[in-house]
């Protein structure tokens, strides 16, 4: 469904598209996480002014076969399809092995490839799906022309209008591959590798950062599990293992050379998203050292099973959402074994809740000094605040309504900007009254400039992106 909403925001000119899980059953069979729902993809058009408003299902061979066959098919984060015999899960066990048991069920983000094509991700290298940003219909599924294999990489790759990087984690060897891929190519390349340094396994690694000349390799002790991974029934932490005695470790690799030029231990972390990384140099211009930003939950695996539907649908009033901060990685390159992990600010700055972070996109792996992200305003059981993070003066700016769930803001920056924080911040926001609004705050002082209300209330979604208008 469409609709026309008038916005007084007539500089922005494009598509906003937003990626996330939005159906969480099957019929009368409900899902239990909410990493399981099935991708809907929501498209904000702002055209002088006015703002044109739709969303769709992504067609994944996961969706379609669960509504044809009204059942559960494929292997979700939590959910696994009910084998009905022996010999059933015996060739259950197999088609794992092969990745064909794993959903395709791109719910998690969406980036624009620099030749313009759109790409809906998740964490399965096969949930890989183009779709069409102007009907939001499923194209089809992207196909990686290597041979690289391979069944899971992070669900974040780096995406900029000359190339796409991601790690390719390996269970078998435990390590993780880092590839790039040109814009307007399917084909990955193999940068380099690195060998995990601890544990069982590789760290989970649901996104990286980078700077310009190097890629970090985060190495988390929250690391994927095999056994996990066959398990029909959801173990406390779905298909990964918390191994804080193994260590926690980031690796830096050499874009150009794939060489390792450190690998430091660190102390435990536990992340989904990396917020920017860039190069501290001395005052002769020497690379010293590498900053990370992350949105860090103090070490601490809980929010995992806070983010079960239940917990999500039964707030009453307590305040159960596990602490967060910006932890900041400083890994440095003159051999030491070592590195730290410091809160950037006070996480009362941001109420202590902290994820879902964005940035000006022009400062992807350069000193940069602000941050966008989901906070909390006490008491909550999920992110609650939009906030605007100043690195430097180590303040935030919050933006509240008493019950409403902001997804993401994402920053979009005005063309022609030269500040870093001129531009405009997009969230799709769900309101205590379960009506929906897209809002539009001024990426500077963080007031708003606009909000659309929607026909429908939407649900929670993750990740966007931006589409510009296309120079006619
Ligand atoms: C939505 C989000 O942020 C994360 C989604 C993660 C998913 C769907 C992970 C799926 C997986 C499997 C189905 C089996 C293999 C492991 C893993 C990648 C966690
Ligand atoms: C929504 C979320 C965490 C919220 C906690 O504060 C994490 C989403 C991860 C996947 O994209
Ligand atoms: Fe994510």
Same mark, same amino acid.
């Given at each position: 469904m469409n609709i026309f909403g008038v916005l007084a925001c007539d500089r922005l000119n494009g598509t906003y598209l937003r990626n996330g899980p939005g159906q969480w059953n099957i019929e009368d069979y409900n899902f239990r996480h909410l990493f399981d729902g099935y991708a809907t993809i929501v498209r904000l058009h702002f055209d002088n002014g006015r703002l044109l408003f739709g969303h769709r299902q992504i067609e994944s061979e996961a969706y379609k076969a669960a509504m044809k066959h009204k059942r559960l098919c494929f292997r979700e984060f939590s959910e696994a399809p009910k084998p009905d015999s022996f010999l059933a899960y015996v060739g259950e066990l197999a088609s794992l092995f092969s990745g064909a048991s794993l959903t395709d069920n791109a719910n998690t983000g969406v980036v624009k490839l620099g030749d313009g094509r759109v790409v809906c991700l998740t964490e399965t290298i096969k949930g890989s799906i183009q779709i069409d940003p102007d009907t939001l219909d499923t194209i089809g599924k992207f196909e990686?022309?290597?041979?690289? =294999? =391979?069944l899971i990489h992070s669900a974040h790759p780096i995406v900029t209008d000359s190339e796409f990087l991601t790690l390719l984690p390996d269970l078998v060897r435990p390590g993780y591959t880092v590839v790039r891929m040109a814009a307007g190519s399917n084909e990955r390349k193999v940068i380099g590798r690195v060998n995990c340094r601890g544990g069982p396994a590789p760290g989970w690694v649901h996104s990286f950062p980078v700077t310009e000349h190097y890629v970090v390799v985060p190495e988390m002790p929250l690391r994927y599990c095999a056994q996990n991974l066959l398990k029909a029934e959801p173990t406390p932490l779905y298909k990964f293992e918390w191994h804080p005695d193994s260590g926690g470790y980031v690796h830096v690799m050499c874009r150009a050379s794939g060489k390792i030029v450190a690998s430091v231990e660190v102390p435990p972390y536990v992340t989904f998203h990396f917020i920017n990384a860039y190069e501290e140099q001395d005052e002769d211009g020497r690379v010293t050292a590498i900053i990370a930003d992350c949105c860090e939950h103090n070490a601490d695996t809980t929010i995992l099973e806070k983010l079960r539907l239940q917990n999500l649908r039964s707030f009453a009033g307590h305040d159960v959402l596990p602490d967060a901060r910006v932890g900041r990685f400083r890994i440095p390159l003159d051999g030491s074994p070592v590195g730290e992990l410091e809160a950037a600010l006070d996480p009362d700055e941001h109420g202590k809740g902290m994820d879902m972070s964005s940035i000006n996109p022009a400062y992807l792996g350069k000193k940069y000094r602000y941050a966008y992200a989901c906070g909390a305003q006490r008491p909550c059981n999920f992110p609650n605040t939009l906030t605007k993070i100043d690195l430097v003066k180590r303040k935030a700016k919050n933006w509240h309504n008493e019950g409403a769930v902001p997804s993401e803001p994402f920053f979009v920056a005005r063309p022609g900007a030269t500040e870093e924080d001129d531009g405009v911040v997009i969230s799709i926001v769900s309101a205590a009254n379960g009506e929906g609004y897209a809002l539009v705050l001024d990426g500077s002082t963080f007031e708003e400039i606009a909000r659309a209300k929607f026909p429908y209330g939407l649900p929670y979604g993750l990740h966007g992106c931006w589409v510009p208008k296309k120079a006619s």
């Open positions: 990686y022309t290597d041979n690289l =294999g =391979g």
